[in-house]
Structures are given as structure tokens and as C-alpha cells.
């Protein structure tokens, strides 16, 4: 869990109590706690993470007891590293007390609190949580800015590594309706193990088995962050997950675990009316688990294909879609990827890097973990290390990326992972272009690949394969706020200004505090001349980098140049070189076009990656008919 002011809280609840525990959330939130509670589960998470890392980094643990938490394995498991650990603050919901063995706490009982942020019980809580931090909370900040080396690329990094959390649900035409084939919602196959920490496991399995089905090229097969949301929405309600998602059909599960032994349960159903359509119960060996994964991947096509001709799945060999038979292996990339989707700070991504290494010294011909291990260490860099390591990391990540495409060169996600780390990691667009090619061909039912490969062509100035790849991420994955996010980039390198608002819109619909989309909103209003609206837009906006840049260039515009250099020489005071693109950016706008040029040739200099959207950014647009800025687009690999 990243530390950015306030005192950091890890708060566990029972899932039914999930509507009164946001209220408690907020109000913690407003007093300047730093909180993870699992609705801050990433745009691009494709499993439910495990909880040890933000367990283990929270200042405290904050329980909400209840009649129901109460019986729940999860809170207790989360209430024992608390107590264990000594920063446990126990709250009650109705009146419960704790169960035998947290007693020894003092209990803040919230059965009466009226809801407000400023209430007795809440500053009982926050007093709490305070003294295990050793320190009094703080305003809460702003969402700490991605560095220069992430936060464009069109919203690329953000599917990989930027929060998409929050939920709220809204209706639209039935999303994808205008895709081919049938579609299918895979939702998270639920733990019956007994042991909270092999979520991991179940959550792996259910997605193995959802890539399997995604390989036949005439199944729609929904993407596991939108699936998640709606099973989390709407619970049983098959008919309700299916309307949600647009999903012909809904498969859901089990996997119970027992030393060597597994057993799952499956189930297709009709998603208009939630019938069973087929069901099955394997139990094997763990040694098995890789054929079978492919044995109900298959017998759900088969059924889902009953009336499409020549549609059944193949049952091909794990190994040649990237994949080990290595079950320690397999474990252990299992485990990166639940690090992975933690997103709570170095530490969880340090964690999952090491799972990967753990895999790859068991088989070093596992494609999927050279690929993980190739973006994992691409963001630890991003966002965590010095300029002087950048070359050498890179270099690492690449080596990787490159490494998975050889093994497993058919494999749509080890390609597209080349693309984004040449990208970011050593601006070379050109070379980039085949392996998101392939991968754009490969991936037509993956949405994390259409989504990198849409941000790539929007930067490259390929509006109709932008558009095209966008829109099917967005079928694919019409819950996650971080695709209409990107959406609303790809609208805005073809200068669609309206439609960017509408996708900006809707990715804030679906969880208001996404970075980047108010950015992207303000600057479609600021290209359509509504300034004071512009301005009141960027004021939302999260992310620092992004909200002074466009504050810089929203003022100077209405007249107001004192505020306007004010918020440059803010950029510049809090991200040094790190906003050598966005001062140039800011300078372009100003129409000092000879600096503006200066700033863009240091940029190139020290490895800027906001020049891969030089391109097509409307900001740049009074520098293009300078020769020096065409010669740079051309050095870079535009064209």
C-alpha cells in the first residue's frame, strides 16, 4: 500500500455489509486516511487479489464486526494479522461483539452513527488508527500523478497499472451487440477450500479456463474485470450479470483444494433466464489440472456451438499457448499474478516479480511468466526508479518480453507485451509495430490487447484501427472504467471532441475518482473553446501532473497569466524534468514555439515517453509546420 500522507488502513468487512461499510470508508477517507478495502480492485485486474501484502504495509487494521462478518473466514483471517501485528481497530455495525479472541480491543461501536464524516464515532476511529501510525491524519491528498514515463500512452499503462476501482452501474445499449459470435461471461470461480489464501488459485483457474474459451475466434468471451463486477453486483442473478454485460451465456464455478486433490464445479447457463444448460463435477489430481482446464473450456464451447459450424475449441497443449506443466510452476505464477493485481505499491509489485522468478527458475520456457515478468518490472520502473537504472531495467524487460515471444510467438499477449515495453521503455515506436500488429490479429477476444494495440494506433495516427480496436475492448469489457478511459484517449488523438466527453463521462460513471478522464475531458472542452467549463473540469482532476498542465494553458487563455505561470512553475517545482513534456506542452499553447521546441528535443534526450503521443497531442498542434518538429517526429518513428 503506497503511503502518500495519511495514516494507511487495510479495512475488512463481510461482503454483505458492503453498504454500510462505504459509508464508514468515506468517512475515514475525509479525515485523510490512505484506505484499501477490495473495491479499490484496478480497472485492468483480472483476478481477485490476495490480501497479504496491504495486510502486512496497513498502519491498522480496521474491522467492521457484525451478525454476519462474525462468521466469515476472510474478516477473522484479516482480524488475526491485525491483532498479530497489534494494530488492530475493531468496529461494530449492530451491536455484535467481536468473536472470542478479539475481545481484548477496545470496540467502537457505530450502530448509532448518523452517517456524518464528523461524527464522535469516526473521530474515535481515526484517533485510533493515528496512534498505531504514530502520527496525527492529514488532509488527504490528491492521488499521487503517474511519472513522465507513464501517465500517457493513451491510458496504456493505466490498463496494466493505474486504479479502476469503484462501481456503480448503469445502462446502456446492450455492449458489443454489433460483435460476431456468441458470447460468454466467465465469472470468478468461487473458493470453497476453507482457506481465504487460495483465492489465488480458484481465481487463476476460472481465467485459464476463460482464455481457453477466448481462443476461438467465433466466442465473444467477456473480459474477468467487467465479469467480476456484474457477479459482484448481482450476485445470483444470472439473468441481471448477463443483461449488464451483454452475455448470451454465464459460466460460474467452484474449486475446492485439498493437498493434492482438486475439485471443480462447473456450469454453463442460458443468460436470459439462468437455466442450467450443462454442469459437471472433476475431481483430479493437481497433476491434472492443465487438461482439464482445457476439458471444460471444450465442453462449454461445445455446447455454446451447438448451431455454429466448425466452432469447437481444439484441445491443444498448454506449453504451445505459453503456458508450463510444471504445477509448482504454474503455482507460482498463479501467486505473481495475485501480487500483480494487488496495485498497493512497490512492495506488491517486488512480490509478484519474485513469484515470476520462482516460475521461471522451474521452467524457463513459460511464456505467460516471461511476458508478467516483462510488465511487472516495466511499472516497478515507471513509477519507482532512479534515471540512472532505467537503461539496465529496460533492457531487462525487454530481454523477457522478447524471450516469451520466441517461445510462444502465436500467443496475443506476449506480443502485445513487447509493443508496450519497446514503448515505454525505449520510445521505439517503430520497432513496436509488428509485435502489436501480430498481437492485434492474434487477440481479437482479448480487451487488454485491443486496448494496447488501440492506444499504439491512436498515437500513430491510425484513426480507423484505433477506433476499431477500441470499440471491441470496450464490447469485451464494458464495465471497466479504465477502457471507456482509453476510449476517450483514442477519441481524442482523432479529434472527436464530443465523443470524448461522452467516454470520459462514462468511465467516471463508473467510478468517479479515475485519473486521467477528467483530464481528457477538459481538454476536448478546451479545444472547443468552452474555457470557464474546461477550467472547473481540470479542477477534478486527480492527477497532479495533468490538472496544473491544463490549468497552466485553461488560464493564460482567459487572461489570467499570473495564475497561469503560477501553476507552471508548480509542475515545475513538483516534477522537475519529469514534466519536460508537459512544459513543452504548456509552452506550445503560450505559443513560445522555440522553447516549446527546446523542451521537446530534451524530452527526446532523456527518454520522455509522453513523446510517443507527439503525434497526434492537439497541445502540439502550433509547432507543426516547424521543420525541427517534423525532423523529430521522423527520428522518433512517426510516418
Known amino acids: 500500500m503506497a503511503k502518500s500522507g495519511g495514516p494507511t488502513v487495510f479495512f475488512s468487512y463481510a461482503r454483505a455489509d458492503q453498504k454500510q461499510a462505504k459509508r464508514v470508508i468515506a468517512a475515514l477517507e475525509a ?344 510488465r511487472v518490472i516495466t511499472v516497478i520502473t515507471n513509477s519507482y526508479a532512479q534515471a540512472e537504472e532505467f537503461k539496465a531495467r529496460y533492457d531487462d524487460a525487454v530481454a523477457s518480453a522478447e524471450r516469451a515471444v520466441k517461445i510462444a510467438p502465436e500467443l496475443a499477449i506476449v506480443q502485445s507485451t513487447l509493443g508496450f515495453v519497446l514503448v515505454q521503455g525505449r520510445l521505439d515506436l517503430r520497432g513496436a509495430r509488428v509485435p502489436y500488429e501480430k498481437s492485434y490479429r492474434l487477440g481479437k477476444g482479448d480487451a487488454t490487447v485491443q486496448l494496447l494495440y488501440a492506444a499504439y494506433a491512436a498515437e500513430m495516427g491510425w484513426q480507423d484501427k484505433a477506433l476499431t480496436a477500441i470499440n471491441r475492448a470496450v464490447g469485451l469489457d464494458p464495465l471497466n472504467p479504465a477502457t471507456h478511459r482509453a476510449q476517450a484517449f483514442v477519441h481524442y488523438c482523432a479529434r472527436r471532441y464530443d465523443d470524448v466527453i461522452a467516454s470520459a463521462k462514462k468511465a467516471l460513471d463508473l467510478n468517479a475518482k479515475l485519473s486521467l478522464a477528467h483530464a481528457y475531458w477538459g481538454d476536448a472542452l478546451l479545444q472547443q473553446g468552452a474555457l470557464a467549463e474546461a477550467q472547473r473540469v481540470f479542477d477534478k482532476e486527480p492527477d497532479q501532473m495533468t490538472r496544473l498542465t491544463g490549468l497552466a494553458i485553461i488560464r493564460q487563455r482567459l487572461g489570467d497569466k499570473a495564475a497561469a505561470e503560477a501553476a507552471r512553475e508548480a509542475l515545475i517545482a513538483e516534477f522537475g524534468d519529469g514534466a519536460t513534456y508537459q512544459q513543452a506542452q504548456i509552452l506550445a499553447q503560450w505559443g513560445q514555439k522555440e522553447e516549446a521546441l527546446q523542451k521537446l528535443q530534451l524530452a527526446r534526450q532523456i527518454g520522455d515517453v509522453g513523446l510517443a503521443y507527439a503525434n497526434t497531442d492537439p497541445l502540439l498542434d502550433p509547432l507543426r509546420t516547424a521543420p525541427e518538429f517534423s525532423n523529430l517526429l521522423k527520428a522518433l518513428g512517426f510516418g
Open 31 to 374: 479525515a485523510g486516511c490512505e484506505l484499501w478495502w477490495d473495491g479499490l480492485l484496478e480497472g485492468g485486474d483480472t483476478y481477485l487479489p490476495t490480501t497479504e501484502a496491504a495486510l502486512e504495509g496497513a498502519d491498522a487494521v480496521v474491522v467492521l464486526w457484525s451478525k454476519t462478518s462474525i462468521g466469515s473466514h476472510w474478516v477473522r483471517d484479516e482480524a488475526t494479522v491485525g491483532r498479530d501485528r497489534r494494530c488492530l481497530v475493531p468496529l461494530s455495525l449492530d451491536g455484535s461483539m467481536p468473536p472470542l479472541g478479539f475481545r481484548q480491543f477496545q470496540l467502537v461501536d457505530i450502530a448509532q452513527w448518523n452517517g456524518r464524516a464528523n461524527a464522535l464515532e469516526i473521530e474515535r476511529i481515526v484517533k485510533a488508527i493515528s496512534a498505531f501510525a504514530g502520527r496525527a491524519p492529514v488532509p488527504k491528498p490528491s492521488t499521487p500523478a503517474l511519472n513522465r514515463r507513464s501517465w500517457l500512452v493513451g491510458g496504456a499503462v493505466g490498463v496494466l497499472a493505474v486504479a479502476g476501482g469503484g462501481l456503480t452501474f448503469w445502462k446502456w445499449q446492450t455492449p458489443g451487440k454489433d460483435m460476431d459470435g456468441e458470447s460468454v461471461a466467465v465469472l470468478p470461480f468461487a473458493n470453497l477450500s476453507g482457506d481465504s489464501a487460495q483465492v489465488y488459485f480458484s481465481d487463476g483457474l476460472s481465467e485459464e479456463i476463460r482464455l481457453g474459451l477466448s481462443r476461438n475466434d467465433r466466442l465473444r468471451v467477456l473480459a474477468p474485470v467487467s465479469a467480476g463486477k456484474a457477479a459482484e453486483e448481482f450476485e445470483d442473478d444470472v439473468p441481471s450479470i448477463a443483461e449488464a454485460l451483454g452475455a448470451t451465456y454465464v459460466l460460474r464455478g467452484s474449486v475446492r483444494r485439498s493437498n493434492s486433490v482438486v475439485r471443480i464445479a462447473a456450469e454453463l447457463l442460458n443468460g436470459k433466464t439462468g437455466t442450467p444448460l450443462w454442469s459437471d463435477i472433476f475431481d483430479r489430481q493437481m497433476t491434472d489440472i492443465f487438461l482439464l482446464q482445457d476439458e471444460i473450456a471444450a465442453s462449454v464451447a461445445e455446447i455454446m456451438s451447438a448451431q455454429m459450424t466448425g466452432a469447437k475449441t481444439d484441445r491443444i497443449g498448454k506449453r504451445e499457448y505459453g503456458g508450463t506443466k510444471n504445477l509448482r510452476a504454474y503455482d507460482a505464477y498463479l501467486r505473481g499474478n495475485a501480487y500483480y493485481a494487488l496495485r498497493s505499491g512497490e512492495a506488491a509489485y517486488r512480490a509478484a516479480l519474485r513469484q515470476y522468478d520462482a516460475a521461471l527458475a522451474l521452467d524457463d520456457d513459460y511464456a505467460k511468466a516471461h511476458a508478467a515478468r516483462a
